[in-house]
């Protein structure tokens, strides 16, 4: 076996990164800001400067740390990809990082102390009372899982797990206790649904499968570091399934080095793969136990920092972590040293042997190698056969093993030693390649195919190539099977071919990469069958890359003349049209326009290729007579203008659209070769053609071909199809000219009419050159384009006035004017212009008509014209304003007219009048109310008194803004004949309310008094006006408040309230109290005495003098504030007002003013009935002391709140009147503290016990106990211990003041109560531990059912109770520590039967040995009794290696005999080794033939020189048992020991020792051994040197009886031989083999040839037809030997 090199560990460590390296803060490396859930990521949470975010790095890719600005509490990345789960406060929220959304989010009600991904699509979150599990699917919310144990009350919870079925669940807490960190653990139960505290820091579940089970276990494995130090435990959780051993519970000691006596767990993770227990401690050292046996694989320090956080490390099968530096570490098992490094280090060939098995390690290859051959030459195949299985990376599944079973002979009517080895090898697992094929060959000799495919089906067989050949012989489909499962592409796709499944080879080929040749494939399908040529061929091109040359393909398809189905290939192949298949597209449609034009049609009109010789196939289709594809295809302009002249032959629609193809140029001379060669026939398409691509053509180049071949009629329809959209002026132009040229007049005037785009100057004169015979065009163009002027003077000279009458009668009456202007320019009468106009009876602007006549000075002329309109009765404006001018310049009494005439337009006929005559401009401005305009020329004219009165009359505040803005620099003389003139005429009160608005708007306040005073004091109408009078006084509050006075004692008639508060808000205080004064409001009036003037003295002489209830409450609220209690009280009495009760009851609190108090509240309570009144009332009565008032009061009816006075009472310690008003309202709880404080403890017990409550109970307990009543504290104790959650506070309340008998005393009084509970009982077990250690024992005997064990015994070892330590272990079932606190403290703890009991059920084996030290120092004499209880569990080779040690051996000689049955070496070879000190050779003899494990030569060497005979008789005889016969023969010959080398000889079978032997024996002259050693050694002699020796040495005599007998045996065999050669040449030479078996076996079970195996001998044995010696070998000539000639009596000893 290797062993472990110098300094190799079992362990591989890594260090993954530095955080620090990334970026982070060694401050923001800690338990609360980092989490990592596994080994993909690390989330940080850390505050640059003001600013918080979070940093995930992905360990997979450190160098890239991602930064997000997140402010949260928690952040814990998922598992396995990057989404986040973020915490903040309550509110819980999952982002998906890569999609930036938000998944899911929560308010939860409670705070979340911890929480962690338990699965890829959960998490866990513990809160103060619960832990709820919150699924990421769906819309669910967390959910409730189970209430946390009290035991975790106060914890900082550190982790929360799970198994892997979520049927378990962990909850793991630390907490500080007694100077040290104490773990709390809650494992809860799904199933059950119920909780179990454990006392542990770190755990985890895992999976293992017990030897010999089928099924997986689910264990819990949890460490403990406590006083008495550290365990690590391991339990099966849950009912072990069905047919499973359940695994025994481990418990066994953790190491912790002597510098870390404060270290303890804080981490634990599991490795499927190795099998073993990662434990972190805090102090950096990584303990690995194994989880079979539980033993310590490995302890040493890899962190100086703690290890805050770890997960699983999936690529090794460790764990990671990450300390307080910022290191990211992992460890794992180192595969190459771990098996040395048990075997060799620990000395545990057993574990590394298992652990080697369980997890295929290297390192334990000669161990398995060595108890092989050990089986296999003992001959126990089976086992044999489980030992190759169950080796490590197949070490012994090889030929050679097959070989080796298959030379086993196989006994008669039991299964080969072979098809046990193929039968095991099927149960545990699949075959390998060898072993495969070696099962197959007679299951397929047999045709037993169903037994392939079951196997095949349970991949119990290895594929290979060799196994597809084999089975392919019987059935291509499994064997295709086969050759899939082994990737042999060439003979998969060999079977598809055969099987015809075509369809699979690409995808198969495409999966394997892998390159046949698809050509020959296609060639060979295409022979077999031409359709599934055709899909194989497309399946070869459906890729994005053909998987066979096309060209090749294609050539396939031509050498079957397979054109059909070519052309549907090649559509398929060249879908993609790829630039390659250039050619191939070509060679597609050449072969169709050839053979099939019509599929040539449909192929280009689908547009599917582009990359082809389009002039080679446009020629082709030009002869087939596809003239349309041809157009498509040419390029050559001369070819297009030969092919497209023929539109009789294409379709005229796609020759439009093919036009769309041609370039500008190419394009126009199409269309002049298709109008050269029949202009008739293609001037329609060529219409259709300018029409459509006027605008790339350009419009003017068209015009240009039509006018060329002067076809006005296709530019009339080409131009038509345009006009409405074209904005060319040239088009319509052009178009105007077309339609006079084919007599579409009606077309002109449309276009005339309704076109902006023409050039009218253009159009106008071409009309006037036509000379049209309907004059309409161009009377429309000059109506349009305002040539009337024009039109008249051409029409009036060409004598066409009917055409000017029809314009302005018909066409457009509005043009009237100007056509009167120009007919009075070309001196036309005026009698025909006044029978024009007043023929016309449209409309027309009736100014324009007066503005053409007045330029002319021809105003009279419309007289007539304008009276007739007004005496129709007309209301234009425009005719009264041109009948005003007319007045006016013949001064026909225009006053009465603009004063009459409600018709003109004011502004116009004033302007107009400004400068004849300014006071007719004023009426006319006057009468339309042209505000601006009339104090223009009032302004201008110094018209201000008629201005001053046009103001007042007119009201409008805005004018008066205008004339009275300092702007106006008339405003003076205006204001002046207002106050003069203006409101001295007027009698309307809105004339003066607007007008001293309009002042005061202006802010002009001396002018306003002075308007006001002449209008209020000089008695006119308006003095008694109440706004005015008002106005006034507000005037001379804001300009002159030296008059406000006089005005206020002056004037009755204003609003006295409303001026007093404006006096007051101008801080006019004295005018203010002067209007109240005056009004009687006395209420306001003292209200400014005292919030203004401030002055209570005045205020109070002023409330005497009213004596009014509204006046003293106002005062008395004011001395109130102003801290005049008493006197404020005296006011409100007076007052008899209780309204601001709560008010003064404050006040006279705060100042001690009882006395006074209880006046106003007695006051108060007779208008008001309020319980604050009365509850005050109450208490101010206990604050002077009035009980008897008092108590009358709360004994009549009353709303009062007694029980608030009663605890205001209590804290002002005013017992007596508390005890008054808790009495009245039975509050025996508080009575009882009440009369507590009053020292009268009886009755306080009794209110207790009418009270009831267990808080009463405690407070008067407690009193009690403070004064010593102990007697009545103990009867309140009684009530409070039935209690749990109380019972630990009346402890402390008892123990914090010394009064331990008491305490004691009640807690026994307490244990025959009814609700007596487990903390009574425990913590009087406690008490005893301390105060009276003497009865804890009876205590514990009696009730050790009833305490909580666990506490007691941490109790119980601070006391130093070591016999009542070991009681409670031993009920607590924790042996390991009984046994360890039986050996520490013998003395008081041990007891021999007990100590043999529990040493039995001890996890540890560990102890055992302890144990047996322990006897040894303490009692040696009992020590056998000890080792046969141990026996069954004992490890005898480290035991007897042990008292070696200690040189005891002889001490425990029973015990080695008892155990010798199990055949153990160290056993063996001690014992052995007392029978030679003792000189025991029968015993030693007896020892060697029973118990065979030891090592023979060893003894046998050291016998040799023994000085006993009998012992070197043995020796001899070990020799010849390990095959050492020369050695062994040499000591009988030293010792004369004859008999015995005659045996030795004749058993090793070896001829040169037994002729040696008998050479020795005539050198000695031993003749009769001579002839002896002839008899015993006969079949190893040869007869030549017998005869020789015996000749030689004159013998003869002694050698006759062995040359007569070898005689007799050469003439046997000769016979036999002839018999034999008779037979043979009869006979089969080959043997029938037996059929294949099923017994009734769990297994298959092959049974075995006839001879050796399948059909042949097995090696090593002899054919079947050869005769045996007696001693297995064949003679030399085939005779079996005769019987001893010398029979019986021949013996020379």
């Known amino acids: 076996m290797a062993s472990t090199t110098a300094g190799a560990l079992p362990i591989k460590f890594q260090e993954h990164m530095q955080l620090t390296n990334a970026g982070v803060n060694v401050a923001n490396i800690g338990f609360s800001t980092l989490t990592m859930e596994s080994d993909k990521f690390i989330c940080i949470r850390e505050k640059v400067g003001e600013t918080a975010q979070v940093v995930i790095i992905d360990l997979n890719d450190v160098s890239n740390p991602i930064r997000r600005p997140i402010t949260a509490d928690s952040a814990i990345m998922h598992p396995t990809s990057k989404v986040i789960a973020l915490k903040a406060s309550r509110t819980l929220q999952i982002f998906n990082i890569e999609m930036k959304s938000k998944m899911k989010a929560y308010n939860m009600t409670e705070d979340c102390l911890f929480w962690k991904w338990i699965s890829v699509n959960t998490i866990g979150i513990v809160t103060e009372t619960a832990v709820y599990h919150w699924s990421m699917e769906g819309d669910s919310n967390p959910v409730k899982v189970f209430d946390r144990h009290p035991t975790l009350q106060g914890c900082q919870i550190i982790n929360y797990r799970c198994d892997h079925s979520m049927n378990w669940f962990l909850l793991i807490g630390i907490l500080a206790q007694e100077n040290r960190v104490a773990g709390r653990m809650q494992l809860y139960s799904v199933e059950r649904k119920v909780s179990q505290p454990i006392e542990g820091h770190a755990a985890c579940f895992t999976q293992f499968k017990v030897e010999g089970n089928k099924e997986l276990s689910t264990l819990f494995s949890f460490s403990v570091r406590g006083p008495a130090g550290g365990k690590l435990h391991i339990i099966e959780v849950g009912t072990p399934q069905t047919g499973n051993q359940p695994y025994s519970k481990k418990a066994v000691d953790v190491f912790y080095p002597a510098e870390a006596q404060n270290d303890f767990p804080v981490a634990m993770q599991s490795s499927k793969k190795y099998n073993v227990f990662y434990l972190i401690t805090k102090y950096g050292y990584i303990h690995i136990y194994d989880v079979d046996t539980a033993t310590c694989l490995f302890m040493n320090r890899i962190s100086a920092d703690t290890i805050f956080v770890t997960a699983p490390h999936d690529p090794t099968s460790g764990i990671i972590g990450v300390n307080r530096k910022g290191q990211v570490l992992s460890v794992t098992i180192d595969e190459e040293n771990l098996v040395p490094y048990v075997t060799n280090t620990l000395n545990n060939q057993e574990l590394a042997y298992k652990m080697a098995s369980r997890s295929n390690l290297p390192g334990a290859d000669q161990l398995f190698i060595n108890r092989f051959n050990t089986l296999f030459q003992q001959g126990n195949y089976s086992e044999a056969a489980k030992v190759a299985a169950s080796a490590p990376r197949g070490i012994l599944r090889t030929p050679q093993a097959i070989q080796r079973f298959t030379q086993v002979p196989t006994v008669p009517g039991q299964t080969s030693p072979l098809l046990q080895y193929f039968g095991i090898l099927l149960d545990q697992g699949k075959l390998n390649k060898y072993e495969s094929i070696e099962l197959c060959k007679p299951v397929i000799q047999q045709g037993k195919k169903q037994l392939l495919e079951k196997w095949l089906k349970e991949e119990k067989l290895e594929p290979s190539e060799e196994l597809g050949d084999l089975i392919k012989t019987i059935d291509s489909t499994l ?894 079932e924790e042996y390991d520590n009984a046994i360890l606190s039986m050996i520490a403290h013998p003395t008081e703890a041990w007891r021999e039967n007990h100590f043999k009991d529990v040493i039995t059920k001890v996890a540890n084996i560990e102890l055992y040995y302890k144990a047996i030290q322990f006897y040894l120092d303490y009692k040696p004499m009992l020590l056998n009794d000890l080792l046969t209880v141990l026996s069954p569990r004992l490890d005898h080779t480290r035991a007897v290696a042990y008292f070696v040690k200690v040189n005891q051996l002889p001490l425990v000689k029973p015990y080695l005999r008892s155990v010798q049955n199990n055949n153990n070496k160290s056993i063996n070879e001690a014992l052995n080794n007392l029978l030679i000190e003792e000189e025991d050779f029968q015993g030693l003899r007896t020892s060697i033939d029973a118990y065979d494990n030891f090592d023979n030569i060893s003894l046998a060497q050291r016998l040799e020189k023994h000085e006993l005979i009998e012992f070197r008789r043995i020796s001899a005889y070990l020799y010849k048992g390990n095959n050492r016969w020369k050695q062994a023969i040499e000591l009988c010959k030293a010792d004369r020991l004859y008999k015995d080398a005659m045996s030795y000889a004749s058993e090793s079978k070896q001829v040169e020792l037994a002729e040696d032997l008998i050479s020795w024996f005539l050198d000695e002259k031993l003749y009769e051994c001579f002839g002896a050693c002839l008899y015993q050694c006969y079949d190893l002699l040869r007869s030549d040197v017998i005869l020789e020796l015996a000749w030689r040495h004159n013998i003869m005599d002694f050698a006759m009886p062995f040359m007569i007998q070898t005689m007799r045996e050469f003439s046997t065999r000769i016979e036999k031989l002839e018999q034999a050669e008779k037979v043979r040449s009869e006979e089969d030479k080959e043997q029938e083999q037996k059929p294949i078996v099923f017994e009734q076996q769990p297994q298959l079970m092959i049974t075995a040839a006839p001879v050796g195996g399948f059909g042949m001998p097995a090696a090593g044995m002899p054919p079947a037809s050869l005769p045996q010696t007696p001693f297995g070998q064949p003679t030399p000539f085939g005779y079996a030997p005769q019987p001893n000639p010398y029979g019986q009596q021949f013996n020379p000893y």
Not at 528 to 538: H, L, R
Not at 1094 to 1119: I, M, S, T
Request: with cysteine.
């Open 479 to 1372: 064997a295709l099977s086969v050759y899939l499962r082994a990737v042999v592409p060439m003979k998969v796709i060999q079977c598809f071919v055969e099987t015809g499944q075509y369809q699979k080879i690409v995808l198969y080929a495409k999966k394997v990469n892998y390159q046949p040749d698809y050509i020959y494939l296609l060639r060979c399908i295409m022979r077999m069958s031409p359709d599934s040529g055709v899909q194989f061929a497309n399946l070869l091109v459906n890729e994005s890359e053909p998987l066979a040359d096309l060209n090749q393909i294609v050539d396939v398809f031509m050498e079957y003349n397979l054109i059909q189905q070519c052309t549907a290939f090649l559509l398929e192949a060249l879908k993609n049209n790829r630039e390659s298949e250039g050619y191939l597209q070509t060679r597609l449609l050449e072969m169709n326009l050839i053979s099939a034009p019509q599929v040539a049609d449909a192929i280009l009109g689908n547009q599917m290729f582009s990359h082809y010789d389009k002039a080679h196939i446009a020629q082709l289709c030009e002869k087939a007579g596809l003239l349309q594809r041809a157009l498509e295809h040419y390029t050559d302009l001369y070819d297009i203008k030969r092919a497209v002249v023929h539109t009789h032959l294409l379709s005229p629609e796609w020759l439009v659209q093919y036009f769309s193809t041609l370039s500008v140029q190419d394009s126009l001379e199409c269309l002049k070769a298709m109008l050269q060669a029949n202009i008739r026939q293609n001037l329609q398409v060529c219409v259709q053609i300018a029409i459509k691509y006027h605008e790339q053509l350009t419009t003017q180049a068209l015009i240009d071909i039509f006018e060329s071949f002067k076809s006005y009629e296709g530019l009339f329809y080409f131009l038509g199809s345009i006009v409405n959209y074209s904005q060319e002026s040239d088009v319509h132009f052009k178009y105007i000219q077309a339609a006079c040229k084919t007599g579409q007049i009606k077309e002109v005037e449309r276009i005339c009419r309704e076109s902006n785009c023409f050039d009218p100057e253009r159009v106008k004169n071409f009309l006037k050159e036509a000379k049209l015979s309907d004059q309409l065009p161009l009377i429309i163009v000059c109506d349009r384009f305002n040539f009337v002027h024009d039109l008249v003077l051409y029409l009036y000279r060409n004598q066409s006035v009917k055409y000017i009458e029809i314009y302005v009668q018909k066409v457009n009456p509005s043009r009237l004017p100007v056509v009167v202007g120009g007919l009075l320019d070309v001196d036309c009468s005026e009698d025909q212009i006044k029978q024009m106009i007043m023929s016309v009876r449209g409309q027309f602007s009736v100014d324009e008509l007066v503005e053409e006549v007045e330029k002319r000075n021809r105003m009279k002329l419309l007289l007539p014209w304008l009276e007739t309109r007004i005496h129709e009765g007309t209301n234009d404006p425009a005719i009264h304003n041109a009948l005003a001018k007319i007045y006016i310049d013949s001064n026909n009494n225009p006053e009465k007219f603009l004063k009459e005439n409600q018709l003109y337009d004011s502004r116009v006929v004033g302007k107009y009048c400004e400068k004849r005559d300014p006071h007719l401009a004023f009426v006319a401005y006057e009468r339309g109310q042209c505000d601006q305009e009339l104090i223009k020329v009032c302004n201008e004219n110094s018209l201000f008194k008629s201005e001053a009165r046009y103001l007042v009359r007119r009201r409008d505040p805005e004018l008066w803004a205008t004339v009275l803005s300092e702007d106006n620099q008339f405003r003076r003389q205006l204001i002046d004949q207002v106050v003069q003139t203006a409101l001295n005429e007027t009698q309307d009160p809105e004339d003066i309310s607007v007008t001293v608005k309009s002042f005061m708007s202006a802010d002009l306040r001396s002018e306003l008094i002075e308007v006001l005073e002449k209008i209020v004091l000089d008695n006119s109408v308006f003095s008694d006006h109440r706004n005015l009078q008002n106005l006034l006084i507000l005037t001379a509050i804001k300009a002159d408040r030296s008059r406000v006075m006089e005005y206020i004692n002056r004037l009755d008639n204003y609003d006295a309230p409303d001026i007093a508060n404006i006096a007051i808000s101008s801080e006019l205080y004295e005018e203010a109290f002067a209007i109240y004064k005056k009004f009687e409001v006395n209420t306001s009036a003292v209200q400014v005495l005292i919030d203004n003037v401030k002055n209570l003295d005045r205020a109070y002489e002023f409330a005497e003098r009213c004596n009014e209830p509204g006046v003293w409450n106002l005062l008395a609220g004011a001395q109130l504030k102003a801290g005049l209690v008493k006197e404020s009280i005296d006011s409100f009495i007076k007052a008899d007002d209780p309204s601001s009760y709560m008010e003064v009851v404050n006040v006279a609190s705060a100042n001690n003013n009882w006395e006074e108090l209880v006046k106003y509240l007695v006051m108060a309570r007779k208008k008001a009935r309020e319980t604050f009144i009365e509850t005050e009332l109450i208490f101010a009565y206990a604050k002077t002391n009035r009980l008897a008032e008092l108590e009358e009061f709360i004994s009549g009816p009353n709303h009062a709140q007694i029980l608030v006075v009663g605890d205001r009472c209590f804290e002002s310690k005013m017992y007596e009147a508390a005890k008054i008003l808790y009495n009245n309202i039975s509050n025996y709880a508080k009575l009882a503290i009440t009369l507590c404080h009053m020292d009268d403890f009886q009755g306080a017990v009794e209110s207790a016990r009418k009270a009831n409550s267990t808080k009463t109970w405690k407070e008067v307990c407690f009193a009690c106990v403070e004064h010593g009543e102990f007697r009545l504290a103990q009867m309140c104790g009684l009530n409070i211990v039935v209690h749990a959650d109380e019972l630990e506070d009346l402890i402390n309340h008892y123990q914090d003041r010394g009064y331990f008998e008491e305490l004691i005393q009640l807690l026994e009084a307490a244990l025959g109560l009814e609700r007596a509970h487990m903390g009574m009982f425990t913590e009087l077990a406690i008490l005893y531990s301390k105060y009276k250690p003497q009865k804890m024992r009876e205590h514990l005997e009696l009730f050790w059912s009833r305490v909580n064990i666990p506490k007691v015994l941490r109790a119980a070892e601070q006391a130093h109770l070591w016999s009542e330590l070991v009681f409670l272990y031993d009920k607590y």
